[in-house]
């Protein structure tokens, strides 16, 4: 049976697929990145656990995978298929996509972007299904995201597009570890509403989830965590909708699992900003933490569009 490899790669664990011409699901794995052990075994890791998915498509789908989709987290330099670096997994420039093809026996690989991967999957076959133009923007340890243009995602020039936590919101403001000061991610990632809670409430363990249970417990001091993450977010939202006039924003990451406790009084608060634009449809990510592993099927199966198909055959 015609198949890729789909395989997401995070700073903890890897989740893996199977994934058929139209889409299904034939097989699914997960595994532990291993980053505790250095940046070689993490590679090692990867290439193992490829071949082990190679190899089961061989023994139980009868061929081997005809390509692999792989995202991964950090700068990616996709054309040349280099994970350029990825500080969680203390990589630097590590030629990722030579090394798969190498192990998959020769079989193309397509080597892509974490969260632009995530925003893939969602624009096809998730939130923004149908539409043309989308932001997809996740909200995690820290922000980035994901432009949509007519079933593609753009990534720049440099690999650098879509990253719109580090637009400057407050100048001048909390340092970033990117090196600039007042970076959106550091006001409304889940990492910095965790940080702000806990520091309103005195507890080291407290997080994001924490405050979101306050907010909906009508606990003012969380509203006021909560409402200053909003408005950063909205003021960065609101410059990333003037240059690039999305109809759809799909809002994805950990941040998201509020659900309408954020998108409430999110929307309000871009409505609130935007003059001339064109006020897009505000909607939560639908794919959940599968749309990194779905979305590199995608890319594997649209490398193939690009070949015959006839690289894996041995």
Not at 21 to 39: V, Y
Not at 43 to 58: K, N, S, T
Not at 293 to 308: E, M, N, S, V
């Amino acid at each position: 049976m015609r198949h890729v490899i789909a395989l997401d790669v995070g700073g903890t664990g890897m989740k893996a697929a199977l994934v058929g011409a139209g889409g299904e699901l034939l097989h699914r794995a997960r595994r532990a990145t291993g980053r505790e052990r250095g940046p070689d075994a993490v590679v090692d890791g990867i290439l193992d656990f490829a071949a082990e998915l190679r190899a089961y498509g061989v023994e139980q789908l009868g061929a081997p995978a005809l390509a692999a989709g792989v995202a991964v987290p950090g700068i990616v330099d996709e054309e040349h298929g280099v994970a350029a670096y990825a500080a969680n997994l203390g990589w630097r420039d590590v030629p990722l996509r030579a090394l798969l093809t190498d192990r998959l026996g020769g079989a193309p690989v397509a080597l892509g972007h974490d969260v632009r991967t995530g925003g893939l999957a969602e624009g096809r076959i998730g939130a923004g299904q149908g539409t043309d133009r989308y932001l997809f923007v996740a909200l995690g340890t820290g922000i980035a995201g994901a432009i949509g243009i007519a079933g593609r995602v753009e990534a720049g020039a440099h690999g650098f597009a879509g990253e719109i936590g580090h637009v400057v919101v407050r100048p001048g403001g909390t340092p970033c570890p990117c090196g600039q000061r007042g970076c959106l991610e550091r006001y409304a990632s889940a990492a910095a509403v965790s940080e702000a809670w806990a520091a309103v409430t005195g507890n080291p363990e407290a997080d994001a989830a924490d405050c979101a249970r306050a907010v909906d417990a009508d606990d003012p001091k969380a509203r006021e965590v909560w409402q200053h993450a909003v408005d950063t977010l909205a003021d960065g939202l609101t410059t990333a909708l003037t240059l690039l006039d999305p109809r759809t924003l799909i809002i994805g990451g950990g941040l998201a699992e509020a659900g309408e406790t954020l998108f409430t009084p999110l929307r309000e608060a871009v409505r609130s900003r935007i003059t001339f634009q064109k006020s897009p449809t505000i909607v939560p990510a639908a794919l959940g933490d599968t749309a990194g592993c779905l979305g590199a099927g995608l890319l594997a199966w649209d490398l193939l569009d690009k070949t015959d198909g006839t690289e894996a055959t041995s």
